[in-house]
DNA sequence: GCCAACGTTGGC
DNA sequence: GCCAACGTTGGC
């Protein structure tokens, strides 16, 4: 396999309610569909390749947290649901010749052992530098370094 | 359910 | 281009 970049690491947060960790192991590959913010946009469409590590976060929901590993699993290419009259996600200004929103599919890969909480998070000083720590932060999908993915996962093993 | 934080919209 | 109003996210 030729790779012209290094692999990247990712934190892609869903409502477990909505769909979770569960959902996505048993569908094995979902479209990650219904991302209506332009950093997030951004970083699905100009970004992420295929082969690109995925954190899975639960937000939303009693213990919010990393909840499992997953993959980019496709290029990007345009969120169809854009163009759905009856998708929740619908947006009667996007064009199709000039798509407004993009995403990846994301291919699962592992559920972790136990869910890490933020309150686990928090108290990582290899996170002190990420927006995902930060108190108001909304996005939806944001970058990790290498040091965070490994400070994250290394917590897997210890006791909360 | 509350509310702080943030992104987006739209009037000017 | 500013900024107030509004809608949404997300922790608690």
């Not at 990712?10 to 309610?17: R, Y």
């Not at 909505?18 to 970004?47: C, H, K, T």
Request: aromatic share 10%; glycine share 6%.
């Amino acid at each position: 396999m030729s790779s012209k970049r290094a692999q990247r690491y990712w934190l892609m947060k869903t409502e477990p309610d909505g769909f979770s960790i569960d959902d996505l192991a048993r569908r094995g590959r979902e479209p990650w569909d219904g991302v209506r913010n332009y950093q997030a946009r951004n970083f699905m469409r100009d970004e992420m390749k295929p082969g690109d590590g995925v954190l899975i976060y639960h937000s939303a929901c009693a213990t919010p947290g990393v909840a499992g590993i997953a993959e980019v699993a496709s290029d990007s290419y345009p969120d169809p649901t854009q163009f759905r009259r009856n998708s929740k996600y619908f947006d009667e200004s996007s064009r199709p010749d000039e798509p407004r929103w993009w995403l990846v599919d994301v291919g699962f890969v592992r559920k972790l052992d136990r869910l890490i909480g933020l309150d686990e998070l928090k108290a990582l000083p290899a996170l002190e530098d990420s927006p995902l720590v930060r108190r108001g932060n909304r996005l939806s999908v944001l970058p990790l370094t290498a040091a965070h993915w490994r400070a994250i996962l290394a917590q897997e093993k210890k006791n909360p």
